[in-house]
């Protein structure tokens, strides 16, 4: 078994039984996560590096270990374990100080509606409501977040926002409650029950008589009329009659000159491992780990409470946890292979998600061209991309996660974001008070932003790397100056970061500012200037989190008030939020780790990059939402000695199948 083979079903039972024999407990145990304790980078970097070289799979054997995250019935305390799987022990087991909770898993999810759907109080609200049927009636279950309420400090609070159905199968967004429930799932009670401001204050408490939407308005075409759906599209088919171009073993995938390997876990999901390009005769290193560290998303509607509306989406619920299995012809289409996620239950069980993860190959439209006019001779190169994907349902909303690689050697993480927004009520005659947007009748959708970071380990030719911010300039000498006489000059400025704290830099449209990964020790040839690669953000300017410098949102999302940040490599520095983001007041991510201000230039580094959308919600957008698609990129800069496509075979059209319509 490979060193970054995620745990087997086996390997997830032995974690919990040797838990169960070596720390009985009488309240017995909640397995929160068990996962794979990836060994440290400098005891599998060499191994990875023999293994692409020599083509040699059993060079060395590196103990396979798990890391585990329990909780105790009852009490709630939270332990940690890190188990040697190789030979039966137990390594580590401590407890973790008070104020910390881990994430919040589909079960947790499922358990708090329950024990909401089930209070007495809940259910007097909901008849009051009309609504005599609590099988009608759902609970979204939200994290509660951190905002200094003692109330909160020591439970495992769950708020749920609640919503009606009027037939089992309908769109629950279209009927908002007036009321948010929060949960203690340590004792397994309702907590506390508040009113949601329905007028344009922040007047939450209210006399007025309330009546939820009736209307419906759904998106299942089961539901939709017939007359409605269009009868206009012929089907359009991708056949790969040969076969796929790429070859899958175990979890390393080789596809043209690319090679690297995945993983899968409860946490990121889909990561990225020692992806490299074959050049030559010369395999060449790119990227040790690359991965989805952590994301928020703030609601911008100030009144209480809705002031507790912020989700961190990867350490509240774990994009892992939340991943679909995927649908073959729907989610990808062509030739398809799928990968399985293997992740645990709270008993410590194995459970697998069929088709997790999907790898295809695409079309993507024209590689290069050029026609010499004199001639009137043509070259065209069409491309080809392979894109690897997985997609999660984190309560109303879907991502859909594609990493993609090009015959140019252009890596593309692209998120598109779709799903159902979460609604509010509105009084009769009421507008959102420019906290949102109303999308149907008395139906408002909240303003919000939607904000991520990347985890990008480079290892360009080695693993000694450095990152610069290049901007483009105009010169600043003037109109007839010696230098600029005509006053168009413009030149690139580059600028090598130093520090973790000089990393801290933002997108810069004005100066089209990218970032710079370098390798000075490898020289390229014709510009003997350091190889690199770039990473360049897409899907519009990112505007930095909203929320205000005192707010507690701000504590904890540190890493979305820039755009790149760059630390020295840690083998435990994953999260950019922390390992414990649920209830976490802050403080224990990447903020904390620049503030050390480590140097940085000529070493092993890691790049994080945050980028997102701030959404203001159409009525295009209900009752559900269009792809809203952004990203980042990372492009070679004269790492190579010419453009990488050019041994890419033009297109045939025999082959291809193309004909005129």
């Not at 060395?60 to 940690?80: A, H």
Request: hydrophobic letters at 35%.
């Amino acid at each position: 078994m490979h060193p970054l083979d995620p745990l087997t079903t086996v390997e997830i039972s032995k974690s919990s039984g040797l838990i169960r024999e070596k720390h009985p407990n009488k309240n017995g145990w909640i397995f929160n996560s068990i996962t794979l304790l990836e060994p440290p980078k400098n005891v599998l970097l060499p191994f990875l590096s023999k293994e692409v070289e020599l083509n040699r799979k059993d060079m060395v054997s590196i103990p396979r270990k798990s890391f585990t995250i329990l909780i105790e019935k009852g009490t709630g305390k939270v332990y940690e374990a890190v188990i040697n799987l190789s030979d039966d022990t137990i390594e580590r087991f401590d407890a973790v100080p008070s104020g910390f909770q881990p994430t919040l898993t589909p079960e947790d999810c499922i358990e708090a509606e329950k024990i909401c759907k089930s209070n007495s109080e809940v259910q007097l609200r909901c008849l009051r409501l009309g609504l005599e049927d609590m099988d009608l009636v759902v609970g979204d279950p939200w994290s509660i977040g951190y905002n200094g309420e003692p109330e909160f400090a020591s439970k495992r609070a769950v708020q749920l926002f609640m919503y009606a159905r009027m037939f089992p199968e309908d769109n629950h967004y279209a009927h908002p409650l007036d009321f948010v429930v929060v949960v203690d799932l340590n004792a397994f009670e309702v907590i506390l029950i508040e009113d949601l401001p329905i007028h344009t204050d922040f007047k939450s408490k209210r006399e007025d008589e309330v009546e939820i939407p009736k209307e419906t308005s759904n998106y299942d075409p089961k539901f939709l009329p017939e007359a409605f759906l269009r009868k206009d599209l012929k089907p359009l088919q991708v056949i790969q009659p040969e076969g796929p171009s790429f070859t899958v073993e175990g979890n390393e995938i080789q596809w043209q000159l690319w090679n690297f390997r995945i993983s899968f876990n409860y946490r990121e999901g889909l990561v990225l491992h020692n992806v490299s390009y074959r050049d030559g005769n010369k395999t060449r290193p790119l990227f040790y780990r690359i991965s989805l560290s952590e994301m928020v998303v703030p609601y911008g509607d100030p009144r209480p409470p809705y002031h507790r509306k912020s989700a961190f989406d990867i350490g509240d619920y774990g994009l892992g946890f939340c991943a679909n299995s995927l649908l073959l012809g729907c989610d990808c289409l062509g030739t398809i292979r799928y990968f399985d996620g293997i992740l645990n239950t709270h008993d410590g069980k194995a459970t697998v998600i069929k088709n997790v993860i999907c790898l295809h190959e695409e079309d993507a439209g024209t590689l290069h061209k050029h026609t010499e006019y004199r001639t009137g001779k043509v070259n065209v190169t069409r491309s080809r991309r392979l894109v690897l994907s997985f997609v999660v349902t984190v309560v109303n909303y879907e991502y859909a996660f594609y990493y993609t690689f090009y015959q140019d050697g252009t890596i593309s993480f692209e998120i598109k974001a779709t799903g159902e927004l979460s609604t509010n009520l509105l009084a009769e005659g009421v507008n959102p008070a420019n906290y949102g947007s109303v999308v149907f009748d008395r139906v408002a959708a909240q303003y919000h932003q939607h904000i991520f970071c990347a985890r990008v380990d480079p290892m360009i030719d080695g693993s000694e790397n450095t990152v610069s911010v290049v901007d483009v300039k105009a010169l600043d000498e003037p109109f007839q100056s010696d230098t600029n006489p005509y006053g168009q000059g413009f030149a690139i400025e580059e600028t090598p970061l130093k520090t973790s704290l000089a990393s801290v830099t933002d997108i810069k449209a004005e100066t089209s500012r990218f970032w710079k990964i370098s390798n000075y020790s490898s020289i390229h040839p014709y510009t003997q200037k350091p190889v690199g690669w770039k990473l360049i953000s897409f899907g519009g300017s990112f505007q930095r989190l909203l929320a205000g410098p005192g707010s507690f949102i701000r504590k904890r999302a540190g890493f979305a008030t820039h755009s790149v940040w760059v630390t020295p490599y840690n083998d435990s520095q994953l999260y950019a939020g922390g390992l414990y983001i649920n209830q976490s007041p802050g403080g224990q991510g990447l903020e904390s780790w620049v503030k050390e201000d480590n140097p940085i230039e000529d070493k092993d580094i890691v790049l994080y990059h945050s980028f997102g959308v701030t959404h203001i919600p159409r009525v295009e957008d209900f009752p559900i939402m269009p792809v809203e698609t952004f990203g980042y990129t990372l492009k070679p800069v004269n790492f190579f000695l010419c453009n990488p496509g050019l041994s890419v075979p033009p297109p045939c059209k025999s082959a291809n199948k193309s004909r005129l319509a």
